[in-house]
Nanobody, 122 residues
Framework: VQLQASGGGLVQVGGSLRLSCAASGRTYSPYGMGWFRQGPGKEREFVAGISWNGGTINHADSVKGRFTISRDNVKKTVYLQMNNLKPEDTAVYYC????????????????WGQGTLVTVSS
């Protein structure tokens, strides 16, 4: 599975962005899809994850109420709608996928995209 993330950019505090991540390389979607981020000088951290049918969704406490993950299995794409962005949201955002589970740890995902940079300016 190849993952292609897009949608990053420069936005002001309080603004919004929507990230997309398209999966390719086979006909069916992965079971779990998620977003992680890595800020300057920080470890990569879990942001949000969603199961194949959207029945299970998890968001990190730091983004609850501001970010929303969703997916479209026909398009084999997962989205991250980010509202009310803050400077601490500045990071490279990575999408990830797993054929087996929905998790919040990096080790639980087999496939990774290349990352897209989000910069929130004050």
């Amino acid at each position: 599975v190849q993952l292609q993330a897009s949608g990053g950019g420069l936005v002001q505090v309080g603004g919004s962005l929507r990230l997309s991540c398209a999966a390719s390389g086979r006909t069916y979607s992965p079971y779990g899809m998620g977003w992680f981020r890595q800020g300057p000088g920080k470890e990569r951290e879990f942001v949000a994850g969603i199961s194949w049918n959207g029945g299970t969704i998890n968001h990190a406490d730091s983004v609850k109420g501001r970010f929303t993950i969703s997916r479209d299995n026909v398009k084999k794409t997962v989205y991250l709608q980010m509202n009310n962005l803050k400077p601490e949201d500045t990071a490279v955002y990575y999408c990830a996928a797993s054929d087996y589970k929905l998790g919040s740890r990096r080790s639980e995902y087999e496939y990774w995209g290349q990352g897209t940079l989000v910069t929130v300016s004050s």
